[in-house]
């Protein structure tokens, strides 16, 4: 997308194609600072600390490693048995969203047919841009099918503003363009759809009111930032015309885990007859899994996130202490929306219903 008038995306290759530079979103919206992965061991730090974070990008970003992994391990004279330990220890750094062991397994793959040391990185590194191309474009078309969704919206409400509410970030900071649920947002936008979008601010590490915000923001699309509480109370009240989430992980049959709180949004959508759509590219579906909320691993993280905020003070980002020093905190950091409150999918093939029936028609190959 393009910031302060330059083409950016979260994730690239240097000059030099063997260094990984990502943005630093951990820094955002305060300071954009540019971060260099080397190692693996880098790799995996920029994932589980969220320099990188949102499933198409840690996907993206897991690809990258095994390139970085085929380097080091050719250079130890080791190659493939050292790149598959290494792809273990990528696949290990978080656990909810399936892009990372996906975007992981699919480069690995390609490694082990390759015939030399050489061939094993260019075609780590190929891939790798590859699975990022692929999901630009995943992004873009998902964006249209969502758009024309919008659009109808719209033309029931004679031209009237559409407002969407959306939690989390699911834009192109957590995918390489567009975004997931702010691409249809953008491309209706760009028709001149008149639209507005209710962001949560998504506690604990406010990634809709630092990044969302921030993108939205570049983009001069009309947003109000609110607490993760007052979605029920905006659709109670006819403000809200539809919901579109992201998701980390789906599964075939229509169960969608997402950022900690999307599944009360979407008890808050059924109450007040509101829809509620989830947008993905493929790669974000799991094609083995049919309970999500058995199945789906939920990431637990560090209850500091919980017990400090971050912000500006002073022109410098500080962190604040907000309970009692002495109080346990617990970090969630997703939950599981069951099949039957999601309205529907939308994906790169176009929009479906959250049932197996409705997925696999999309999807016949898998
Ligand atoms: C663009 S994909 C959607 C999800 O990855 C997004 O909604 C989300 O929950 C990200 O969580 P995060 O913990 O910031 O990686």
New binding site residues.
Partial sequence: MIVDGKQTRPIWLDADQKTVKVIDQRQLPHRFVVADLTSVDAVIHAIRE?FV????L?GVTGAYGVMIAAMKGDAAGDGPAFIRQECLRLKAA?PT?VNLAWGVDRVLEKVMAAGTAADRIDVARNEAAAIAEEEAENCRRLGVHGADLITSVSREKNGATVNILT?????WL??IEY???TAPIYEAFNRGVDLHVWVDETRP?N?GARLTAWELGKHGVPHTVITDNAGGHLMQHGRVDMVI????RSTHTGDVA??IGTYLKALAARDNGIPFYVA?PSS?FDWTMTDGVKEIPIEERNPDEVRYIQGLADGRITRVLVPPESSPAADF??DVTPARLVTGFVTERGVCGASEAEIHGLFPEF
């Fill in positions: 969220m974070r949102g499933a198409p840690i978080r969203a939690h989390c970030n699911a834009g957590a995918c975004g997931t649920a590490l990634q989430v992201g998701t980390d997402n950022k993905l974000t950091a997703f």
